[in-house]
Each structure stands twice: as C-alpha cells, then as structure tokens.
T-cell receptor, first 113, second 117 residues
Framework: DQQVKQNSPSLSVQEGRISILNCDYT??????FLWYKKYPAEGPTFLISISSIKDKNEDGRFTVFLNKSAKHLSLHIVPSQPGDSAVYFC????????????FGTGTRLLVSP | NAGVMQNPRHLVRRRGQEARLRCSPMKGHSHVYWYRQLPEEGLKFMVY????????ESGMPKERFSAEFPKEGPSILRIQQVVRGDSAAYFCASSAKTGQAKGSPLHFGNGTRLTVT
C-alpha cells in the first residue's frame, strides 16, 4: 500500500531551467509534507517542508506547492544547477506527535550543464 | 558540530549471523529514529526511541529485530539470524527534544549498508 507516490523515477533538465518534481499521496490524515535530497552513499538531507494549512512555501530557489483537494504536491527548483543532481524524496506525516514519515520511492534528478 | 554518526558504514554478514548497527544522534538530540531502505524503494520507518524508551516500533519486523537507546552510549539496532532479505541500507535519524515534524526536521546519518551473503 504505497501511500506516497513519486511516479517519475527520473527527470533530466538543463542547467538554468526549471525542475518540477511531483508527488501524490492517498492518506487524508497527512498534515505535513517534506522534501529530502539524497546524494549517493549519504543520508537524506532536509530541503523544504509545508504544512497542510498552506498551499505554498518558498525557500530560495526551492518552492513547494500543495494541492490538498488533488492530494498532490510538487517541488520546483529554479534555476536548476548541476549540484542539484540527486535523488529527491517526498515524505509525509500525520499528526502523531513524532516523525513517523512515509516516504515516496524517489525521483532521480539530473541537471546537465 | 558533528551530525548523526552511524557505524559501521558497510557490514557484511553470512546468513544466520547477528548484525549490530550503531547510531550516535546529534549533540543535544534525544529522539532517535531508524529507517530502512530496501533496493529501489523509499525509506520505511522502523522504530522511534527516546532515551531508555521505545516509543513506537510499529515498523519493526516482529521477529529477529530489536532496538535500544540506553541512557549512556549510542542507539543500537540489532538483527539476529540475518537472512538475505535483510540486505538494505539502514538509516538512523535524530531530532531535537520536541520530536515533532513541524518543529525540527529529522537529521539523517549516512547509513549502514548491510549485505547478507
């Protein structure tokens, strides 16, 4: 039962263009969403998050959009840089009081110069 | 300002042996989580511990797996009688005292890659 889905295993964009990574979820109890970035042989690194009471959160080049009615969120990276090449995981949590995160399977982003 | 430290980075065990994975949380963090990533999958929650207490172990397999976070020393994830299906990357993460996603995101270690031959 995949509660968080990232249907695109990979994405390739050119440097300077926009990268859009998508994530869908099925559990309506999720109220907090996060994006993590992961380089090979390293642990995931927190990137940006959004609460279900908001529909947008921006941090520098990274913006996360949340569409609750569609149970969909997306991460926009603009402009994309080669250093952004990594696997991006979408994660969600319900209001359990602790961080029992449910992760998607990840999207591998490749930004070419 | 060390991050979450996990050791060993790589661990090879034969079927039937025991595997012990260690995790030292970030300084000042008293909440520890273990996640497992099977090949081609996302991370899956295993267990959440505070000092000397297991708070939620709903993601732990019912047999062979155990976790502890003693008053002194690192958190330990122990897998007894390993099987090939246990081969995965095991990530430890820690958070600040509130332990709530909204307040402090998880900081992950670089993981232990367990290979069972």
């Amino acid at each position: 039962d995949q509660q968080v889905k990232q249907n695109s295993p990979s994405l390739s964009v050119q440097e300077g263009r926009i990268s859009i990574l998508n994530c869908d979820y099925t559990n309506s109890m999720f109220d907090y969403f996060l994006w993590y970035k992961k380089y090979p042989a390293e642990g995931p690194t927190f990137l940006i998050s959004i609460s279900s009471i908001k529909d947008k959160n921006e941090d520098g080049r990274f913006t996360v959009f949340l569409n609750k009615s569609a149970k969909h969120l997306s991460l926009h990276i603009v402009p994309s840089q080669p250093g952004d090449s990594a696997v991006y995981f979408c994660a969600a949590s319900a209001n359990t009081g602790f961080q029992k995160l449910v992760f998607g399977t990840g999207t591998r982003l490749l930004v070419s110069p | 300002n060390a991050g979450v430290m996990q050791n060993p980075r790589h661990l090879v065990r034969r079927r039937g042996q025991e595997a012990r994975l260690r995790c030292s949380p970030m300084k000042g963090h008293s909440h520890v989580y273990w996640y497992r990533q099977l090949p081609e999958e996302g991370l899956k929650f295993m267990v959440y511990l505070q000092k000397e207490n297991i708070i939620d172990e709903s993601g732990m397999p019912k047999e062979r797996f155990s976790a502890e976070f003693p008053k002194e020393g690192p958190s330990i994830l122990r897998i007894q009688q390993v099987v090939r299906g246990d081969s995965a990357a095991y990530f430890c993460a820690s958070s600040a005292k509130t332990g709530q996603a909204k307040g402090s995101p998880l900081h992950f270690g670089n993981g232990t890659r367990l290979t069972v031959t």
